[in-house]
Structure formats: C-alpha cells, structure tokens
C-alpha cells in the first residue's frame, strides 16, 4: 500500500512508488470534453484525458499543437470554453489557478528576480502562513531533493541555466502539489545537462511518488521518461499509451512519422487469412499481422515498417537479393551508436537504421538487400 | 456533459471581465485627465482665445474678437525677421545636434560594454548642470576675452579679438546645439537599444563596410529615434527666449524674445498669443514632414 | 604629411583608437569644456571674467553661501522638485501601469495626451499657464510654478516607467498566482517589489528636471524666487562672477546626487 498523493509533510525518500498489484489508482486529473478557442482559431478539440495517481504522463506534440495550452488549462491559468477539469475527484474548472493544487514549472527561467534561491523556494509556504521554522524546513529539504544543497543565500541572476530550472522545481515542490505540471522546463538547456536533469526528474518522481504531467516535442525525452505519452496534434489526441506500445503500434501516420518512422506508404489489401494481411504496396508485396477491425480486401491501409525493423546486407556485384528487397544506398549518417541509411528501392526511399557495432559503414551507392520479419510490418487505418 | 450546462459553465467563468478591466483602467488614469486638462488643454484654450481679443495696452483687454493681432504678426517685418531666424536656427541647430550626437550614441550603444553606464550619467550630469549658467560659460567662453580669443591671438592666428564670435546669431547656434546635444543623445541611445548589435555585424558579414553598415541597417531602424531628436530640437531651440538675450546680440533674436515680451513688459498679449499659435503651426507641420520621413525610410 | 597621418593611425588603431574614438573625445570635451571655464571662474579672484587668470580665491563661494537670496532659492528650488516629484510619480505611475497592463481603446490616444506638453516649448507653456491664473485671479506663487512643473515633467515620468514597465516579464505574476497567491498577495509579493525601482529611477528624472527648470518656472514665479531665476537675475544686470561659484556647485550637487542613487537608477534585475 503506497503513499502517494498525501501531503509531504518532510520530504521522505518512499521506496519506489508503484501501486502494489490489485489496489486501485485513484484518478488524479480527469479532463472531459475540454475545448479552447482562440478568438477564431480551435486551440483544442473537445478532448478527454485521464491521469492515474502517481502516473508520469507526458504531453507530446509539435509546437501549436495544444499541449501548453491544455497543461495550463489544469494549472488554472487558461479557462476552458468548455468541459471540465477535476483534481483527485474535486471540480476545479472554475476555480483560479491560485485555489488549486497544482503547481507548475515555466518553460523559462521565472524565479523571482529580487528574492533569493531559498526565499524563492518559500514562497508558497510562506503564503501560507506556515512557521518559519517549517518553513526553512522544507526549504532545504527542496534543495537536497533538486540536489542543490548550499545554494540557499544565491542570488538568482547568478544562477546557470540548469541551476535554475532546478531551484523552479524545488519551487514547485516545496508547495506540496497533489499534481506537478512541467512546461517544457529543459528544452532551453545543453544536451548533456538535459540528460542529467531528464534522469534527475525521473528520479524525483520515483521517490515523491508524485503524479507528474510533462509537455515536451521532444519524442525521447518522453518515451524515456514517461509511464504514459500522449500524442496531440492540431488540438486532438492522436494516441495515448506506453512508449512501448505506442511505438511498437503506432495509430496514426503523423504519430509514426513523429516518433521518427518515416517509412510511411499506403497499400491495397490483397487478400486476409488467418490473421495476417496480403499486401500490394506498388512495386513491393509484404505480409503483415492483421489489425483489428480487419480492414476489407480491396481496401487501401497505410503501412509502416520501423527503420530499425530492417536487416541490411550489402550484395556483391551480381549478386541477388536472398531477402526481400534490393536497394542502394543513397545517403549514410553516422551518429555514433547508430547508423541511418537512406534506401532507395523500387518506388521509394526508405530510412534505415542499424547499430554500428564493429561492422563496417556501407557507403553511398553500396547495393544492399533489406530484410524484415513480417511481424514487423505496422498497419494502420488510412488517412 | 450537456451543451446547456457547457454554455452555462463558459458565461459563469471568465478571466477577468473585460467592461471590469476597462473600468479599473479608466479609474487609475481619472488624475493624469484631470491634471492634464486644468494644467494644459484649458490654458492653452485659454490663451488661444486670448489672441482673438482686442488689446488696449498693459495687459488689458477688450471683449471685441478680431484677427488684427494675427495680421500684424504675419505682415511685421520685425516679426518675420525674428521668425525667420528662430526657425533658421532651429533647423541648422538641431540637424548640426544630430549629426553630432549621432556618431556619439552609436558609440555609447555599440561601442562601450562596462562603460555605458558611467559615460550616459557623465551626460546626464552635463544636462544638469544649470541651463542659464550653461549659457553664461559660454558667453565667457566666446566674449572678446575669452577663452577662445586669447588663445587664438596667443597662437598668432588672429591680432584683434573677433567680436563676431559673441552676441551674433553664430553664438546662439553654438549655444542651442550645445545644449540640445545631452538629449538628443540620450534619446538617440535610447532608440538603438532596440536594435540587435547582431544586424550590424550581419550587414558588415554581407559585404557593407563599416560606415556603409551604419547608414543602410542602423539609421532605419533608429528612424524614431532621430525623427524624435529633430522634432524635439527644433522646438526647444525653436522657442528658446533666453538664449538670444544672453548672447545673441542685435542679429541674433529670436521669436520666442518678442513673445515672453508681450507678456512681462509690453503687454500686448493677444499679439503675444497669435505669434504662439503661429509658431506652433509652423511646429505642427515640421512633425508632419517629419512622420513623412519616418516612414519613409523607417522600418 | 599623409604618411606622417597614416602612421599614426596604424599606432593609433593597433591601440584600439580609431577616428570614431577621437571623435568621441572631442565631442565630450566639448560638452564639458564650459563647465571646466565655470568651474575654473569660480576660484578666479578677480571679478574679471578674461583670460590669464590672476588669483585664485574663495571670495565668490564666500558670497554666496552668505547670500540669503541664494539660499532661499536653493530651498525653494528643493521644495518645488519634492513636491512635483511626489504629484508626478503618483499621477504618474497610475496612468503607465493603466496603459501598459490594460489593453483598451484609445490608450494610443491617451499616451498621446500625456507626452503632449512635451511636444511644446516652455515658452508657450508658461505664457499660457500665466495667462491662466491670470483669468481665475490665482496669485503667482511657488503653487504656480508646482502647477507648471507638473505639467512639464509628467511626459518624461510616463515615458522612462513605460519603458521600463514594458520589460517587467508577465510571467513572473502567473508564477505568483501558481504558487498559491491571491491578487493582493501578489501585488505586495511580487509586482510592487519590482515595479519599485522603475518609479523610483523615474522620478529622479522629474527631480533632475524641476530643479533646473526656468522656461517655464520664468513666467509662473510669485515673490519667491527658484534657484535658476536667481541666477537670472544676477547674470542679467551684471558680469557677476558668483554665477560661476553657484553653477560649480549644481554641478557638485547633481555628480553627488548621481553617485549615490546609480543603484536606483540602473536597470536592476537587466
């Protein structure tokens, strides 16, 4: 049995906060139909959207495609022109984002320009009329969690980029909200120091056991850090799921080509058996396991296949495919730990990526055959 | 969820009403509108009225309405010439502030990181340090004893003291542009603060060398800057009253002289009036001309 | 000679002076070259203002520190500005946070009015303002000159705290409210303590302005004389050298009055 979603009194490091088997999660924001126009433009379809107790849910999307918006809309800084929003079961919509518990961390630096480092993580208690000595309590309990220990007296115009989105998430924290909502808070920071605060911030939530609700478009920020990633795109969620089922089964085209699978083509259904689909994809046949509903024979769908789903082989002159497809390579990007191939084959490009490891890079013009297994193969409804 | 109740929840909420939030801003503005018409828009009726009266000498006046005063001041030839020269100077002074507060500013702006701040309230502390003792200095600085004449006539340069330099309309051109050149940098360094040292380099990167770069990205952007640093100019230097008492002699007066006059001494004050809202007209129109040449170059 | 120029240049240049720089100096000598001659009259012992100096004296601080004129005018000229300032900053400060918080019509034309008596010389200011108390039979007095001096600086209030209102970062209100603060809270928490320096440094400015103000001030003034206007008085009759010792000291005043406020007056927080 957990903890989670009580108020901290301290900041306890819990153990890992995951509800044992069985009990049930309380819902801690449910969305219903929530709507948002600005002036003449849709920011946000009617959506629904619910976050379980202690969840990391993350908000993905391309810019202008509502996600901000939505996550001020829990905040309370944005009213919805319609649907609700209810915190741990109380109605909040029409409550002001200062009546409700939950707190947010700007995607800029927003700390308090004439306080200090520690006067800023004590505003909210200190609003609240708590004693002082709780009050610097929880303060330095803040900074060890943000791993800042110290820096209370700083002044906040000395502080580095990452320094301080640190102290603004020891902000947040420091007033004890049911919900965390984060703003896009590294997108503003050096690679590396954003992998250091990406597994911080994972680290936090493990052992606040806090329900966390991110906005990012970043795509590997949030499958590396999410339980949950929702998929917005022009004010609608296109998917919501596990990073692994979301890219193991992508939906929709825009959510294929948005987690990075651009190998995205429409096929006619040739034939349907036992559960797998016969495809005419042009110039290529394949198989792939049948989705349900089943889409009809005759019928158009559109197929994705991973480019890590593909086994590329280099051909000698002459040399026949003993896979399925022959292409050559027309581009080659080394990253390091992974390859990317541009394929041309018979009617398309196709985007490959292989390990490195200690093979060879095939350079441009190299004929190769590509390879899959059939399991592989993603279908998807048209459109 | 049912559209009625949607309906309903969408009127009950809103951020802040908009009717509150205009009456709110209408509250706190009511003491600058009551300050600024008793102080300002009545008097200046007031005193527009004031040069359609008939005057009968020493400040009184008649309740008859004329035009006589605006004629006379339109036909006086003394009029004229003072009108002509305050405008004369007004223009040549405040282009001469521009053009050389402008290399000044650019300097401040571009040039300086840490000094900015010292060399902007050096400038500023200029500003204040006593207009008419301003004036005074340099009546000590150009008189026939002067700084500038005894050094020139111990160079050898000249035998006699120029007593042109003193009391003549040069005088208070030098004079005015000195004292115009502290704001007009202080608002031209204002103006380019908007603008990206990064376009500058950008523009010199492209191939314009350095003064090329200057006038084609900088005088652009900075339209509103010098747009308000010559209409600003020429209506100080325009108006000034003092100067062309304290050093302008016989052929350096001004308009503003003959104005202040009706009212301390002479007292014909609808003359007084009239030549006010004569030289505003021409004012009118100089920022006219000159919102033509903002957007003419301007972003 | 172009050689001769050419070579100091190139030593110039590699110092990091170019033509730019010496025209800077120039120009800055020049804007101080007449405080150098009053400051320098100032300590002249003859009541010549002609070059060689002979002596140096005292006599004219002397003279006008036992000016009861003088003094008089120095409190006359504080209590004008003190006064304008505390009318101008409140008056003031409503109108810019009216128009840079609230969006709503006609606030393009309300900037318009309040930056209007700028656009005016003080001459026509003055004459009207005295024409003014003239019809509603209102004595000439340090009262009027306030009158005027409101109006005058008023312009230049709005347009340094609207510029420094227009870089207060809105974000940092939400921010308040997110964490739990209701609109009085963030007000005293937040906003006030930030908007605080902006006013302050702009009402410097109005200080800075009405103590050297005469334009205006010239037409307005009763019985009471402001500093500026004893210095007319004196300069007007006579070639009276303590004009010299009293401008030396406005100019001490004001360099002190600068480095002591430069916290205010810098961009906190830039």
């Not at chain 2, 700084?147 to 003291?161: E, Y």
Request: overall charge positive; aromatic content about 8%.
């Amino acid at each position: 049995m957990t903890e989670t979603g009580a108020p901290m009194a301290g900041l306890s490091s819990s153990g890992v906060a995951m509800p044992a088997a069985g009990t049930e999660q309380r819902v801690a924001v449910r969305l219903a139909a929530v709507t948002k126009r600005f002036s003449t433009q849709i920011a946000l379809h009617p959506l629904d959207l619910t976050v379980s107790e202690g969840e990391f849910v993350t908000l993905l999307g391309p810019s202008g495609c509502g996600k901000t918006t939505l996550l001020r809309i829990i905040a309370g800084l944005e009213w919805p022109d319609d649907g609700t929003v209810s915190i741990f079961g109380t109605d909040v919509t029409d409550r002001p984002a200062n009546k409700r518990p939950v707190n947010l961390v700007f995607q800029r630096v927003t700390l308090f320009p004439h306080l200090t480092v520690a006067e800023n993580i004590a505003f909210g208690p200190s609003l609240r009329r708590m004693k002082k000595r709780q009050v610097s309590e929880k303060v330095l309990a803040a900074l060890e969690l943000v791993r800042m220990p110290g820096f209370g007296d700083r002044r906040v115009t000395e502080l580095s980029g990452g320094q301080a989105q640190r102290v603004a998430l020891a902000r947040a924290i420091a007033n004890d909200p049911k919900v965390l909502l984060l703003d896009e808070p590294l997108s503003a920071l050096d690679l590396e120091i954003r992998r250091q605060l990406q597994a911080e911030l994972k680290d936090i939530h493990r052992r606040l056991g806090l329900t966390f609700v991110y906005v990012t478009h970043d795509q590997e920020e949030a499958m590396s850090m999410s339980d949950r990633v929702v998929v917005m795109s022009d004010g609608r969620i296109e998917q919501a799921g596990s990073p692994v089922e979301i890219y193991r089964h992508p939906r929709s085209p825009f959510v294929a080509r948005f987690l990075g699978m651009s190998n995205v083509f429409e096929a006619t259904v040739v034939a349907v058996a036992d559960g797998w689909l016969e495809l005419d994809g042009g110039s290529l046949a394949l198989r792939a396991p049948a989705p349900a509903p089943l889409p009809a024979a005759g019928g158009r769908v559109t197929v994705v296949i991973r480019p890590d789903s593909f086994d590329v082989a280099p051909l000698k002159a002459g040399e026949n495919a003993a896979g399925d497809v022959v292409g050559e390579v027309s581009d080659v990007r080394f990253i390091g730990s992974l390859v990317h191939y541009l394929v041309t084959v018979p009617g398309r490009k196709w985007q490959v990526s292989t390990r490195a490891g200690s093979a060879d890079v095939l350079a441009e013009g190299t004929r190769v055959s590509l390879s899959w297994r059939d399991e592989e193969v993603i279908v998807m409804k048209p459109g | 969820m049912g559209i009625g109740q949607g309906v309903l929840t969408a009127t009950r909420r809103q951020q802040t009403p908009a009717p509150a939030r205009r009456r709110w801003a209408l509250l706190l503005l009511l003491p600058l509108g009551v300050a600024i018409s008793l102080g300002f828009v009545v008097p200046l009726a007031l005193l527009f009225v004031k040069s359609f009266e008939t005057s009968l000498g020493y400040g009184q006046v008649s309740g008859h309405l004329t035009f006589s005063s605006y004629v006379t001041a339109l036909t006086s030839p003394l009029y004229r010439t003072v009108a002509v020269n305050a405008f004369e100077i007004g223009g040549i002074g405040t282009v001469l502030t521009l053009v050389l507060s402008f290399p000044l500013a650019y300097f401040i702006r571009f040039r300086l990181r840490r000094g900015q701040h010292t060399v902007l309230l050096l400038i500023m502390i200029s500003l204040f340090a006593g207009y008419i003792v301003k004036i005074y200095a340099w009546a000590t600085i150009l008189g026939t004893y002067g700084v500038i004449n005894t050094a020139l006539q111990d160079i050898g340069l000249i035998r006699h003291p120029l007593s042109v330099l003193l009391f003549s309309k040069i005088a208070v051109l030098i004079v005015v542009t000195y004292l115009s050149i502290p704001v007009s940098t202080l608002i031209l360094v204002g103006a380019m603060q908007n603008v990206d040292r990064s376009l500058l380099e950008n523009a010199r990167d492209l191939g314009a060398g350095g003064l090329r770069a200057v006038t084609s990205v900088l005088v652009p952007l900075s339209m509103t800057g010098i747009v308000a640093s010559l209409a600003y100019g020429f209506v100080v230097i325009s108006g000034d009253y003092i100067t062309p008492q304290l050093v302008g002699g016989t052929t350096g007066q001004m308009i503003g002289v003959p104005i202040s006059d009706q009212f301390l001494s002479v007292g014909d004050q609808p003359l007084g009036s009239a030549l006010s809202f004569l030289m505003l007209a021409v004012f009118v129109i100089v920022y006219l001309v000159l919102t033509r040449l903002e957007r003419f170059k301007g972003v | 000679m172009r050689t001769v120029l050419r070579r100091l240049r190139r030593r110039l240049r590699r110092r990091g002076i170019g033509l730019l720089h010496v025209y800077v100096g120039l120009l800055l000598l020049f804007l101080f070259l007449p405080l150098a001659v009053l400051v320098l009259f100032s300590f002249s012992a003859s009541g010549q203002l002609r070059f060689p100096i002979t002596g140096l004296a005292l006599r004219w601080y002397q003279e006008v520190f036992s000016s009861s004129a003088v003094i008089d005018g120095i409190l006359a000229s504080l209590g004008v500005a003190a006064v304008t300032g505390a009318v101008v900053a409140t008056v003031g400060t409503l109108a810019a946070v009216a128009v840079n918080r609230y969006r709503f019509r006609g606030s393009a034309v309300v900037a318009g009015m309040i930056l209007a008596p700028a656009a005016l010389p003080g001459l026509v200011i003055g004459i009207a303002l005295l024409n003014f108390f003239g019809d509603i039979h209102l004595t000439l007095s340090l009262l009027t000159v306030m009158i005027g001096h409101v109006i005058y600086t008023l312009p230049y209030f709005y347009l340094v705290l609207s510029a420094r209102l227009r870089r207060f970062d809105p974000m940092l209100e939400e921010v308040a409210t997110d964490m739990g603060a209701g609109p009085l809270q963030r007000f005293r928490r937040v906003t006030a303590p930030l908007i605080a320096p902006a006013i302050v440094a702009s009402a410097f400015v109005v200080l800075a302005l009405s103590w050297d103000e005469f334009q205006i001030t010239f037409f307005t003034i009763g019985d009471q004389s402001t500093l500026p206007l004893v210095i007319w008085s004196r300069a007007r009759l006579s070639i009276d050298p303590s004009v010299n010792a009293i401008g030396t000291l406005m100019v001490a005043g004001s360099l002190l009055v600068v480095i002591f406020t430069r916290r205010f007056i810098a961009e906190s927080y830039s």
